[in-house]
Nanobody, 126 residues
Framework: QVQLVESGGGLVQAGGSLRLSCAASGRTFSRYAMGWFRQAPGKEREFVAAISKSGGGTYYADSVKGRFTISRDNVKNTVYLQMNSLKPEDTAVYYC???????????????????WGQGTQVTVSS
């Protein structure tokens, strides 16, 4: 079993940056591909970014491509989401998740993830 704890959320002005972290428990972190999702009030949860088990592959939603960067450190058991050029529409609760799936074709679908963190709030003011 994997426990995930997000941190790094907060309030930032439009155009600013934040870096989210997601720390995973256990010694099997490298067995999981990792994803970031977000959910804004009144909206469904949506895919943001994902990274393969080794970190060699990264995948992004079109809405964040070029602004957000996902990375991982398999020694520190942590996945990161660097968010630049933030917009008010990026405001949401951000969740990290872990999946044993090896196929990137499934990374954008939340039902393929086995473990979830509790979420961290990101608020971007205009």
């Amino acid at each position: 079993q994997v426990q995930l704890v997000e941190s790094g959320g907060g309030l930032v002005q439009a155009g600013g940056s934040l870096r989210l972290s997601c720390a995973a428990s256990g010694r099997t972190f490298s067995r999981y591909a990792m994803g970031w999702f977000r959910q804004a009030p009144g909206k469904e949860r949506e895919f943001v970014a994902a990274i393969s088990k080794s970190g060699g592959g990264t995948y992004y939603a079109d809405s964040v491509k070029g602004r957000f960067t996902i990375s991982r450190d398999n020694v520190k058991n942590t996945v990161y989401l660097q968010m630049n050029s933030l917009k008010p529409e990026d405001t949401a609760v951000y969740y990290c998740a872990a999946t044993t799936s090896a196929s990137s074709a499934w990374f954008e679908y939340d039902y393929h993830y086995d473990y979830w963190g509790q979420g961290t709030q990101v608020t971007v003011s205009s």
